[in-house]
T-cell receptor, first 116, second 110 residues
Framework: EAGVVQSPRYKIIEKKQPVAFWCNPI?????LYWYRQNLGQGPELLIR????????DSQLPKDRFSAERLKGVDSTLKIQPAELGDSAVYLC??????????????FGPGTRLTVL | RKEVEQDPGPFNVPEGATVAFNCTYS??????FFWYRQDCRKEPKLLMS???SGNEDGRFTAQLNRASQYISLLIRDSKLSDSATYLC???????????FGAGTRLFVKA
């Protein structure tokens, strides 16, 4: 079974430029998460989708970050414009929410963003 | 106070040693608990869930203490391959809010 796929794996941009990350979750998983992980820290949730609905975007900096999950499958996370402090690893995860509300989150390899 | 707190370490132990990590959480309504493992420059991977009755998977034992609001991970007979960062994860019910700790780094030496 294919895992969570993310692209690109690495991205270097100058500040004020836009950037986009793409995620393809595990087939059949209805829930998709975007996390940001800074060096030496745990992942911090940015947004969670259940199918195509964003059910938790409270931690998403909405002035510059946007996300979409069209058709409830692939997802794109965008930053415009990027700032130096956005340098981090952006992780996508997916899970299948069962009847009991339990799930295991499977992570993709992440996109390492460097903003110069 | 952070919602999930871990000792960042690093823990440096010889092969064969037993090592234990604790993780405290602040939300008493938290319902689900996990330990994830993250290798350097890799994604986190689920190591084990933590059940109220405690659970064991080979050399790894996880326990939950709801009264004191902490979970623990015990690794017996440490292997070089156990060297990684161990992330404590806490999730509430309903909202499925998931909080990761900052991780505890473990180095197992030959």
């Amino acid at each position: 079974e294919a895992g969570v796929v993310q692209s690109p794996r690495y991205k270097i941009i100058e500040k004020k430029q836009p950037v986009a990350f793409w995620c393809n979750p595990i087939s059949g998983h209805n829930t998709l998460y975007w996390y940001r992980q800074n060096l030496g820290q745990g992942p911090e949730l940015l947004i969670r989708y259940e199918n195509e609905e964003a059910v938790d975007d409270s931690q998403l900096p909405k002035d510059r970050f946007s996300a979409e999950r069209l058709k409830g499958v692939d997802s794109t996370l965008k930053i415009q414009p990027a700032e130096l402090g956005d340098s981090a690893v952006y992780l996508c995860a997916s899970s299948l929410i069962g009847g009991m509300g339990t799930d295991t989150q499977y992570f993709g390899p992440g996109t390492r963003l460097t903003v110069l | 106070r952070k919602e999930v707190e871990q000792d960042p370490g690093p823990f440096n132990v010889p092969e064969g040693a037993t090592v234990a990590f604790n993780c405290t959480y602040s939300n008493s309504a938290s319902q689900s608990f996990f330990w994830y493992r993250q290798d350097c420059r890799k994604e986190p991977k689920l190591l084990m869930s933590v059940y109220s009755s405690g659970n064991e998977d080979g050399r790894f034992t996880a326990q939950l203490n709801r009264a004191s609001q902490y979970i623990s991970l015990l690794i017996r007979d440490s292997k070089l391959s156990d060297s990684a960062t161990y992330l404590c994860v806490v999730r509430d019910t309903g909202g499925f809010k998931t909080i990761f700790g900052a991780g505890t780094r473990l180095f197992v030496k030959a």
